[in-house]
């Protein structure tokens, strides 16, 4: 047993003094005076903050921030999978305990998630979504499965359960780092989409589409799909059509940030630059279109992406307050809104019966959010990681 003592208990729900004792992973009691556990080891935070471990419903773990992304394409699967444990550790030290990874070369994302579960390395849990699926040439075609037409894509959706995935991820618009690709274009159309959903569905599996235009937004939110992720120039018809059938949002205002503030001399490739540009002021309206008709947001960082590190996920809470969530918010959004989203429900609370993911903080985070890019110290699962 881990206890916890003279914690200043912060979630999504409020602040509370309390001792948390945590075994095997879960949080077994939350009281204001846990005086009878015996406890193998003890702590006390001496009114320290206690929140829950971060929720970065958005990565890419083979990729590492890098300037140009583009050098990775030839990695073996083997490279990758390095690769991806060096930042599984990065992340879980900064207080991230969960990711969902949206996109990662043959079965290293789902291999991730068992070597983790299984304790062969440090990080945080993995919600996996295994390859991509998208168009013949479309975004991200050099790691993800390409298919046209229903019949294909539904035997694209059903390789990655095959293989594993906990969620399949697709392409409805071009992206950024394409060479080519029209960031705001329709790529998968949307009967295409819906037989995505529909086969991922009946195998109880939620769904996530990469989207930045409007048009390829609503054909996704129309097809069924579970989560928008980036919905760059999502317009007012978009974020209602969302809102009305309950469509995540994962944002990753990081993901732009990252290439705007460096630019074309960081190494950045200038088309990627010129398209991050181009989105820029179209997310900004993005924003007040979602807020103002209550689309549901989850946090996600598109950790990976150029000067997009994983260590760095919670700089992704700053952001979306400067955009316009009040930090209470932005906290739900990257615990219990993001865990919803992954569909675990004993995720992102700090109550019994909860999975024991818990960052120390120097200030309360629904008071100021960067609190959460100094964690003291990172419990994931119930151990102790950093």
Known sequence: MLLLRNATVVD?????????AVEDGEIVAVEEDLSGPDAERERDLDGRVLAPGLVD???????????????LQADTESTAAYRAAANLRDA??????????????????VDAARAVEEGLVAGPRVVAAGQNVCMTGGHGHWSGREADGEAEVR???????????????????????????????????????????????????????HAHGAEGLKNAVRAGITSVEHGTFMDREAARLMAERNTYWVPTAKALHGIVEQGPDSGIPGWAVEKAEEATEAFERAWEFALDEGVTVAMGTDAGTPFNFHADAAEELELMVEYGLDPTEAVRAATVNAADLLGLDDVGRIETGYRADLVVLPENPREDVTAYQEPEFVVANGEIVA
Not at 12 to 20: E, I, L, M, Y
Not at 57 to 71: F, I, N
Not at 162 to 191: N, Q, S, Y
């Open 92 to 109: 879980v030290e900064a207080g991230v305990t969960t990711v969902r990874d949206l996109g990662a070369p043959g079965t290293v994302a």
């Open 155 to 209: 035997k694209a959706v059903r390789e990655q359960l095959r293989a594993g995935a906990d969620v399949v991820k697709c392409m409805a618009t071009g992206g950024v780092l394409t060479e080519g690709a029209d960031i705001g274009a329709p790529e998968l159309l949307e009967d295409e989409l819906r037989a995505l959903v529909e086969t991922a569905n009946a195998k109880g599996r939620p769904t996530a589409a």
């Open 12 to 20: 999504a729900t409020g602040s509370r003094s309390a001792d948390v």
């Open 57 to 71: 419903a958005h990565v890419h773990l083979t990729l590492d921030g890098r300037a140009d992304p583009g050098e």
